[in-house]
């Protein structure tokens, strides 16, 4: 009798969406089903959109080359296709579109054909060992397909409220691998180290991403500038591609699809990297004013029934001011979803705009701002007219990021963590600390 093992691997927390690849398995094409992009000529390479998140880079890059007809399509798998594991439905089939130059036999250039996907937010696989497997299959038994990886850090910015994005370091090319097809499908694994993007800067402006490129085609000097083996020839006239899968660690797993349930995906593949809760009393009038505040201090007179107050969730590192606990930092540059906010309703001696007038009933409502940083309160009632002290709202907010954008998710975010080693939890500073030393954990005045 036969022993066999069950691979829980994928079954726990983040693991359940181990694979990084969005539209993995060519399911989704919103924005048609073939597309003829064309010849080029003397063309500097620029990005085609394919199937979703898929995109094609394309160019014949000098004086003097061109290319025959490219056409990128969804294509359906045979029923009962057994050579490519997970029972996918379709696959994306890449077709003609060599790049040539008569006067250069050698394949020197600039010229580059490659089937592309960015995974968003560079630090996401940095440092990392990394495991990529795919199906593919070409036009002829000797078709080379070159394989590199690079980490994206964005442009440089305008630095936020802690000093960074003000620049962007290099794009890093991770050393490039090349494999060969047959006509027949074929599983390929490869492994990647990614590096560690200590001390790189990472820009507030543009995207930052780690970049899966498959190479068709590329000349010496795209070879060179992008560190693969050598200079890829397109040997065939089509290239097919299915089931695409990369994931951390150095062991292949059986292809995960998850990302192609919506429900599923919905549930579980959020990433909560921010929180703030507390009570928060000082606010500003403008977006910019919020973003600028440090919790020292800052008023306002008074609030209308119906008018906005901005917030700024990035609490003062500080434990004077709101007690607004920042365990995660709110972003508008990053690739995440928009914040959830609760302000509950409350009550206060504010409202009360002259002597023995009654305290009313608060009701606040919460929305985004044009920064995902700050957040519009408005209240039902009218605030503070005759003194100059600010509503205090009782605020929760969480930050979510989208499927495969971060793996910040702090599991200390909700409750006290276990110090251990005779150790105690320190609300105020957000850090384990011995109760014996000389400056234990001060009491927040906020």
């Known amino acids: 009798m036969s022993s066999s093992a069950i691979n829980v691997k994928g ?15 060519f399911a989704s094409w919103d924005s048609g089903n073939t597309f003829a ?19 094609v880079r394309y160019g014949a890059g000098e004086a003097g080359s061109t290319s025959d007809l490219l056409t990128v399509d969804k294509r359906p798998h ?16 890449i077709n003609k579109g060599k790049i040539t130059k008569a006067s250069d036999p050698n394949n020197t250039g600039d010229f580059v054909l490659a089937l592309e996907q960015r995974i968003p937010n560079v630090r996401l696989l940095q440092n990392n060992s990394v495991t990529l497997s795919f199906y593919a299959k070409g036009a002829s038994a000797d078709a080379k397909l070159g394989v590199g990886l690079r980490q994206v850090f964005g442009e440089a910015g305008v630095a936020d409220e802690f000093g960074l994005g003000a620049n962007a370091s290099s794009t890093i090319f991770i050393p490039g691998q090349e494999v060969v097809l047959g006509t027949d499908w074929k599983r390929h694994t490869l492994q990647f180290n990614v590096p560690s993007i200590s001390g790189k800067f990472v820009g507030n402006s543009g995207d930052n991403y780690t970049q899966l490129d498959f190479y068709l085609q590329a000349g010496t000097t795209i070879a060179n500038e992008n560190d693969l083996v050598a200079a890829v020839d397109y040997a065939g ?35 909560i990297v921010g929180s703030a ?11 910019e004013g919020a973003l600028g505040m440090s919790y020292d201090g800052v008023t306002h007179a008074s609030m209308p029934a119906g008018a906005t107050l901005f917030i700024n969730l990035n609490d003062s ?3 004077t001011g709101d007690n607004i606990r920042r365990f995660g930092s709110f972003f ?3 690739p995440l979803a928009s914040p959830i906010f609760i302000v509950s309703p409350t009550f206060s001696e504010h409202d009360a705009v002259a002597v023995n007038t009654p305290i009313q009933d608060i009701i606040c409502t919460a929305s985004n701002t044009t920064d995902r940083r700050v957040l519009a309160v408005k209240s039902s009632v009218n605030v503070g007219t005759t003194n100059t002290e600010n509503r205090p709202f009782n605020i929760f907010a969480i930050q979510l990021g989208e499927v495969g954008s971060d793996i910040l998710f702090n599991p200390q975010l909700f409750g006290e963590p276990g110090c251990g080693g005779g150790k105690e939890w320190c609300e105020s500073t957000g850090e384990c600390v011995d109760p ?6 001060p009491q927040s005045n906020g």
Request: with cysteine; net charge negative; aromatic share 8%.
């Open 332 to 334: 508008d540059n990053e």
């Open 11 to 25: 079954s726990l927390g983040r693991d359940a969406l181990r694979n990084q690849i969005s539209n993995a398995s």
């Open 37 to 55: 992009i064309g010849a080029v000529k003397n063309a500097i390479p620029r990005r085609y959109s394919t199937s979703n998140n898929w995109s």
């Open 237 to 271: 006239s089509t290239v097919d591609f299915s089931n695409v899968q990369l994931e951390t660690g150095v062991d292949v797993s059986e292809f995960e699809n998850i990302h192609q349930n919506f429900a599923i995906q919905q549930m579980v593949g959020p990433r």
């Open 436 to 441: 014996n030393d000389i400056f234990p954990c």
């Open 277 to 287: 809760a507390g009570l928060c009393t000082r606010a500003s009038t403008s977006v």
């Open 317 to 319: 590192s500080t434990i």
């Open 78 to 93: 045979a029923v009962g296709e057994s050579a490519v594991g997970g029972n996918p439905n379709y696959f994306l089939s």
